[in-house]
């Protein structure tokens, strides 16, 4: 509409000035090097803008021919960054797939044809990954750190290689300088954690899990979790170092972090003891009992006093009991105390009352012994001793990774280093397995 409407005020301005200088005859005569040129000044002015056209058709044709070859380059530049281009995303689709030949194949092709050494290093060092060529995939990385923008993408490698090579010290290292890059990625927060821990550099994980919780990296329970285990590890190292003051701070935080935590309410109760606090020891144990009775926890608790009679152990045993009356941990203790005070009665009906609970192999054979202690029916005692070895294992410690046995609760497993892989564990029905802990990693 307004293009019609220019061109019919332009035609209108045209007839108008043609209309005028027609209107307006006049005469122009010219001389020059002996030429005489004698004609109307409308037909002069329509010779000059004829002149101007030609004029204007010869330059473009002239730079026509002038930059063809500069278009043709930049044609073939432009055919091979698509070509580039294609390998580069055709090399990427082989890396999600897994063909390692297909990848390094475009990962060569697009190196060649793409002028853009981030991508196409990416790329290589994928397909080098892929195809189990460490050392390439590697050096490939290497080179990405080397570029800010891609320092991140690099030290992400590296630290995969380094883990998948189980070169914990280096995978330390890129760890740290990853997050110096880039504090927000939570799968390296977690990483970074797991692998201070596995180093025992316990102040430092510490610093990390503070960094972790104001990015919310750790769901709540967890965090709570890991920052409980660290507590206890940095009160054995203060305990060890003879600060007693930062030990028993330290331990004190574990507990408080996790109560269902049975070694660090039994290593508070020590340190408790050790500064002639025994009531609060009792304390801090009995809070343990009351969410997560454990064995380890009533021998701390007995071993408050370990001067006390059979009859005294009993009364203790029934004090700690007392915060968690009807567990089975609790009869089995209870009962097991009363067996070693001679009181036959208290000592079966508690042991009676276990084995409803949870019938497991020591609960039938400590009430064999009661059987064996109080009358001596013969028979009575070798079906008790049948029923505890038909029966359910008791719990141990197994490691949630490897499913290695451990004599004790350890926050690495002594096998294969896991992080709060030891679990208090029915042997014939193990926990689920850890979540895994590595870092996401680029390659399948
Ligand atoms: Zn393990």
Redesign the pocket.
């Known amino acids: 509409m307004l293009r019609l409407l220019i061109y019919l005020v332009t035609l209108a301005i045209l007839i108008a000035a043609a209309v005028w200088l027609a209107d307006r005859p006049g005469a122009v005569a010219v001389d020059w090097l002996g030429w005489r040129i004698e004609t109307s000044v409308p037909v002069l002015l329509i010779g000059l803008f004829l002149v101007v056209v030609l004029f204007s058709a010869v330059i473009r044709f002239w730079r026509l021919v002038v930059g063809l070859p500069g278009r043709l380059a930049e044609r073939r530049r432009e055919k091979r960054r698509r070509q580039g281009y294609l390998a580069l995303t055709d090399g990427l689709a082989a890396v999600a797939a897994g063909d390692a030949g297909r990848a390094r194949k475009n990962a060569r092709r697009a190196d060649g044809l793409l002028n853009d050494p981030p991508l196409t290093l990416l790329l290589s060092a994928q397909a080098a990954q892929l195809s189990g060529d460490a050392d390439a995939a590697k050096n490939h990385f290497a080179r990405l750190v080397e570029r800010p923008e891609t320092e991140f993408l690099g030290l992400r490698g590296l630290l995969t290689q380094a883990l998948r090579a189980g070169d914990q010290a280096a995978a330390l290292d890129y760890a740290r300088r990853a997050h110096a890059v880039n504090p927000d990625a939570g799968w390296l927060t977690a990483t970074l954690f797991d692998l201070q821990a596995r180093a025992g550099l316990w102040g430092e994980a510490a610093q990390t899990l503070r960094d972790a919780a104001k990015r919310h990296v750790f769901p709540p329970e967890d965090a709570a979790r890991k920052r409980a285990i660290v507590a206890y590890e940095r009160a054995g190292q203060a305990q060890a170092a003879g600060d007693r003051r930062e030990a028993l701070r330290q331990a004190r935080q574990a507990h408080e972090a996790d109560p269902a935590f049975p070694a660090a309410a039994v290593r508070l109760a020590e340190l408790l003891m050790a500064e002639g606090k025994e009531r609060k020891a009792a304390t801090a144990l009995a809070d343990t009992w009351r969410v997560a009775p454990h064995p380890d926890v009533m021998a701390a608790h007995l071993g408050l006093s370990p001067a006390d009679d059979a009859l005294r152990r009993l009364q203790r045993a029934e004090k700690l009991a007392a915060a968690n009356p009807d567990h089975p941990e609790s009869h089995l203790a209870v009962g097991e105390q009363a067996l070693r005070a001679k009181l036959w009665g208290q000592a079966r009906a508690h042991l009676t009352a276990a084995a409803e609970a949870r019938p497991t192999a020591r609960v039938y054979r400590l009430l064999a012994e009661v059987e064996e202690a109080e009358g001596g029916d013969a028979a009575a005692v070798r079906d008790w001793l049948a029923k505890a070895a038909a029966a359910a294992p008791d719990p141990i410690w197994l490691?949630?990774?490897?499913?290695?046995v451990?004599p004790r609760w350890s926050s690495l497993?002594?096998?294969?280093?896991?992080l709060d892989?030891?679990a208090w564990s029915d042997p014939l029905h193990p926990p689920p397995a850890l979540p895994a802990a590595a870092p996401a990693v680029i390659a399948p």
């Open positions: 490691c949630r990774q490897c499913g290695g451990a497993c002594p096998t294969c280093h896991a892989g030891i």
